[in-house]
């Protein structure tokens, strides 16, 4: 895969294959995004799978062990082939690619996880996201609020952009990411960045 291919993919599998064999995605951020495809079907999960995907977010951020992980999952056993049962899996590549798959239930959705693993993978053929002396108490205080609150919708991102703007940031792929539309959620690769998360 080539810089061009990883922007314009519409195939989450492709994209999973090549970070799993470059080795440019850590396991917390496979995990999130596993975390991520089991979101986009909330509402189909029943509360057992709601609980190992809050688990596995836990897991990702290091607030929940292993052994809970396990226990969640073995708890949701019966749901199966749910993206639940997989955002929960022990192996986080497994976890992102199965979520994934099992997630898939609209024709569309495949091309919403390749923009959901863009946003939080960001570009791997780019340098990795450093943030500047821009990177204030205070942006770094409504990071924290986005990521807490899971609000990464497009105004809060937007607000949070325009701070970065103010205090200097003139690098334009990390503003434009923040005010695009389109999907965003824990692991954005900026929110990330700016919080010191890999």
């Given at each position: ?7 314009a993919s519409t195939d989450p599998a492709l ?8 080795g440019r995605a850590s396991d917390r951020k ?169």
């Amino acid at each position: 895969m080539d810089e061009v291919t990883w922007l314009a993919s519409t195939d989450p599998a492709l994209m999973l294959g090549f970070l799993q064999t470059s080795g440019r995605a850590s396991d917390r951020k496979l995990r999130l995004f596993a975390v991520s495809c089991s979101r986009r079907v909330w509402n189909w999960l029943d509360a057992l799978g709601q609980a190992a995907v809050e688990i596995a977010e836990e897991y990702a951020d290091g607030r929940a062990s292993a052994d809970q992980l396990r226990a969640a999952r073995l708890a949701c056993k019966l749901a199966g082939g749910s993206a639940a049962w997989y955002a929960a899996a022990s192996n986080p590549v497994v976890a992102a690619r199965n979520a994934a798959l099992s997630a898939q239930a609209v024709p569309a959705e495949r091309t919403l996880q390749a923009a959901l693993l863009r946003d939080i993978i960001g570009n791997p053929f780019r340098r990795e996201t450093v943030i500047g002396p821009w990177g204030s108490s205070t942006i770094r205080e409504m990071a924290e609020a986005v990521y807490a609150e899971r609000d990464f919708s497009r105004p809060r991102l937007a607000t949070l952009a325009e701070a970065l703007e103010k205090a200097g940031c003139a690098d334009s792929e990390l503003l434009d990411h923040l005010r695009r539309p389109g999907l965003h959620s824990r692991g954005c690769f900026v929110v990330d960045a700016l919080l010191g998360k890999a």
